[in-house]
Structures are given as structure tokens and as C-alpha cells.
């Protein structure tokens, strides 16, 4: 059992254990080989190998010391030391400079309130170091990022702190991965194992609502797999939508890389109109409905190829109201009203039809692309072969 005052490997002073789990405990102590009193002080992670402690948290302890040694940052702790002790149990020792200060979770449950000001300089300064992660080769991920691991420092400043569950990210397709992270804030493709890039914005987006609302991300309520904050912080419409796509679920609608979600921060994000409305509770004006010559501007989120309408140009018209769309009917020109109708469908049958919503819209066309692909393709091929078929016979 380990108590303040002992000494490790004759270099390491315990002197305040600083917390304990069944997996490891850290402690602060003072560095005996450094004669520099401003960095003696250190963060000393020790992992007990045994008990409820398994070869797999072994392996996440010596990879989060094997990257440290590689990361230069000045809002990362440097790697100092890694040790083993074999003294009745046998442990490893992780040593790293010890940031002074308090966690974004000790200043939430001291009820701080965060701005949006502040929540946004955190924000960029947090990214920046994201990008300096993500931008090395390979990739290191930190997959836990939460309050509890960001500190602000004496200095003012945030520090991205313990790395238990990093991950340089694997170039070989198929690899897999120890999942990790923390439920609210991990997002549903790090659950699967296929961490990315993306997947450290998820949480950081969700950490910086956390500071937002107060409330965290696991206690938010959910809709279509989205968290629901809008309604728990006063935020200006733009910081808003950035947030929203920091957290989206599905990966190819988050942001990319760090450096992409910076540059948009700064300078800002440009709603749909459902967006903006979902947002910023201003009513969307739904102008479906008012005739195909109607002289107005359909929504952006329903531009776009009609695959429906192109494979299907006999049927589709009749569900969409698009009755110049029967021009498909007519022999030799058919095709030609097929291109316009996959070009202008969506246009067409917006202005057409009333519509609920552009969700209701969007559903609707994309059950005619799914009917399109499984029954307008067949029977396109069987009219050719058709066509073929006859032309052969009559020579």
C-alpha cells in the first residue's frame, strides 16, 4: 500500500494522492533528480498489474506512454519517466509534468457558469491542439475527451490531459480497436471501434455543451440520435448550428478534421432553412404548393438530382403532381422528359404539391430513388433486351 512520503525507484517523493480507482492511482510528487524547483513537481500514474487489472489496460497504459514521448505541445504534460516496480505486486509507473490548476469538471461542480465568449475561446484553443494531434504521422487520437480531462491551468490557459485511451490511428483497413471513452460524450462510431479524426470533435462538442447548458451530455435529451441543448443555453444562431455539427451523429455530416471546424468557427456557419429554424425558433416558411410557375426560391436542402423521377418518369409524376411530367408517356421524346425530370423533379414537384416538411419531402423522394433502383432499372433492361430482341428477330 502505497502512503505520502515514499519514495519510488529513489527519485519519486509521494505527496498527495490525487485520485484512485480499481484500475490505477495518480499522485503528485516531487521529482528528487530535478533541481529546478518550477518543474520538480510531477503527476505519477501507477497501474497495479492483477486483481481486476487486465492485460488489455496494460497495453492502453504503455501506449499512452509510448506517444507521450513523442508529443511536444506546451497545453500537453510531457513525458518525464516510465517504470516498473516489483515489490510483492508489480506495478508501472507513468511520470509526466504536473499541470497546476483545476478540470473543467471541478470548475462545473463549483456550479461556474460558462459564456459563450468563454466557450468559444475554449473552443479554439482546444482545437488548435486537436490539429496538432490529428496533423502528426499517424494520426494520435485522444478518444476521452471530457471536462475531467481538460485543465485550466494557473496560466489561464486549457490543457488536454490524460491520454489512458489514445490510439495512433491505423492506416490497414479492418484493424481494430480497444473501445474506450465516456457515455455522453463518445460518439456512436468509437462505441463500433473505428475511431477517427472526427470522432475527438464529437466529444469535444459535447463537453463544450456540458459547459453550456450545465447539465451533461448523458442527462441531455435526444432526438434522432442528436443531442437537444438549444433550449438550455442562450447561444447566438451561428455558434449554435457549429455546435450542431460538431456533435452530428452521422460521421459524414460532422466535420472532418479540426482544422476544418476552426476555420468555420471563425468564419461561421451558414444554415438550411430548417436549421436555422430548429435553432433559432423562427418559424419555417414553408412556401410548397404554390404552383410549378411559382416565382420563388425552393429550399436548398432539396436541390439536387432526382433519381426517382429518372428511372421511374411514367409513375413518379402521378404521386408528385407533376402532371408535365406525363410528357414521358409520349413515344421518342420520353427520354428526353426523363433528363428533365430527373434534373428539375425536385423543383418541380416542391412548387407541385404541398408538403409537411422538407423532412416529409425528402423522405418521400428518396422511397422513389429506393423503387427507382429495385424496379425503374429492371424493367429499363428488360425493355432494351426487348427492343434487341425484335430488331434481331425482324432480320
Given at each position: 500500500m502505497l502512503h505520502i512520503?515514499?519514495?519510488?525507484?529513489?527519485?519519486?517523493?509521494?505527496?498527495?494522492?490525487?485520485?484512485?480507482?480499481?484500475?490505477?492511482?495518480?499522485?503528485?510528487?516531487?521529482?528528487?533528480?530535478?533541481?529546478?524547483?518550477?518543474?520538480?513537481?510531477?503527476?505519477?500514474?501507477?497501474?497495479?498489474?492483477g486483481g481486476n487489472v487486465q492485460w488489455d489496460r496494460l497495453k492502453l497504459f504503455e501506449r499512452?506512454?509510448?506517444i507521450l514521448q513523442g508529443i511536444d505541445?506546451?497545453?500537453?504534460?510531457?513525458?518525464?519517466?516510465?517504470?516498473?516496480?516489483?515489490?510483492?505486486?508489480?506495478?508501472?509507473?507513468?511520470?509526466?509534468?504536473?499541470?497546476?490548476?483545476?478540470?473543467?469538471?471541478?470548475?462545473?461542480?463549483?456550479?461556474?457558469?460558462?459564456t459563450q465568449p468563454e466557450v468559444r475561446q475554449l473552443a479554439i484553443a482546444l482545437l488548435k491542439i486537436l490539429i496538432y494531434l490529428h496533423e502528426l504521422s499517424p494520426p494520435v487520437?485522444?478518444?476521452?475527451?471530457?471536462?475531467?480531462?481538460?485543465?485550466?491551468?494557473?496560466?489561464?490557459?486549457?490543457?488536454?490531459?490524460?491520454?489512458?485511451?489514445v490510439q495512433n490511428q491505423s492506416s490497414v483497413e479492418g484493424a481494430t480497436f480497444t473501445v474506450v471513452g465516456s457515455y455522453g460524450y463518445t460518439p456512436m462510431e468509437q462505441f463500433g471501434g473505428r475511431?477517427?479524426?472526427?470522432s475527438d470533435l464529437y466529444a469535444l462538442g459535447a463537453t463544450l455543451i456540458h459547459l453550456l447548458t450545465g447539465t451533461s451530455p448523458a442527462d441531455l435529451p435526444v432526438e434522432n440520435f442528436r443531442l437537444q441543448f438549444s433550449h438550455r443555453a442562450s447561444l447566438s444562431p451561428d455558434f449554435a448550428r457549429w455546435l450542431e455539427k460538431l456533435i452530428e451523429p452521422d460521421l459524414k455530416q460532422r466535420f472532418s478534421s479540426a482544422r476544418e471546424a476552426l476555420d468555420t468557427l471563425k468564419a461561421g456557419l451558414k444554415p438550411s432553412v430548417e436549421e436555422d429554424s430548429r435553432l433559432t425558433g423562427v418559424a419555417f416558411k414553408n412556401n410548397s404548393g404554390c404552383g410549378i410557375k411559382a416565382d420563388i426560391e425552393v429550399p436548398e436542402a432539396i436541390k439536387g438530382w432526382n433519381w426517382g423521377a429518372f428511372f421511374l418518369p411514367y409513375f413518379w409524376p402521378l404521386s408528385n403532381r407533376v402532371w408535365i411530367g406525363l410528357l414521358a408517356?409520349?413515344?421518342?421524346?420520353?427520354?428526353?422528359?426523363?433528363?428533365?425530370?430527373?434534373?428539375?423533379?425536385?423543383?418541380?414537384?416542391?412548387?407541385?404539391?404541398?408538403?409537411?416538411?422538407?423532412?416529409?419531402?425528402?423522405?418521400h423522394q428518396r422511397g422513389w430513388a429506393i423503387a427507382g433502383m429495385f424496379i425503374g432499372i429492371p424493367m429499363a433492361w428488360m425493355y432494351m433486351y426487348f427492343i434487341v430482341t425484335l430488331l434481331h428477330w425482324r432480320k
Open positions: 512520503g515514499e519514495i519510488l525507484r529513489d527519485r519519486y517523493q509521494l505527496e498527495e494522492q490525487l485520485s484512485e480507482n480499481e484500475i490505477h492511482s495518480i499522485w503528485r510528487a516531487k521529482d528528487l533528480a530535478v533541481e529546478d524547483p518550477a518543474r520538480e513537481s510531477v503527476l505519477v500514474k501507477l497501474l497495479a498489474l499512452e506512454a509510448q505541445h506546451p497545453q500537453i504534460p510531457k513525458y518525464r519517466d516510465y517504470f516498473s516496480i516489483d515489490d510483492r505486486a508489480l506495478w508501472f509507473g507513468l511520470v509526466e509534468d504536473y499541470i497546476p490548476g483545476l478540470s473543467l469538471k471541478e470548475w462545473l461542480s463549483r456550479s461556474k457558469t460558462f487520437l485522444h478518444r476521452d475527451i471530457k471536462p475531467s480531462n481538460i485543465i485550466i491551468g494557473e496560466d489561464k490557459r486549457p490543457y488536454l490531459v490524460d491520454f489512458g485511451a475511431a477517427v479524426p472526427a408517356c409520349i413515344p421518342n421524346i420520353g427520354w428526353i422528359m426523363a433528363f428533365f425530370l430527373g434534373s428539375k423533379g425536385n423543383e418541380w414537384a416542391w412548387k407541385s404539391r404541398r408538403w409537411r416538411s422538407i423532412e416529409q419531402f425528402k423522405a
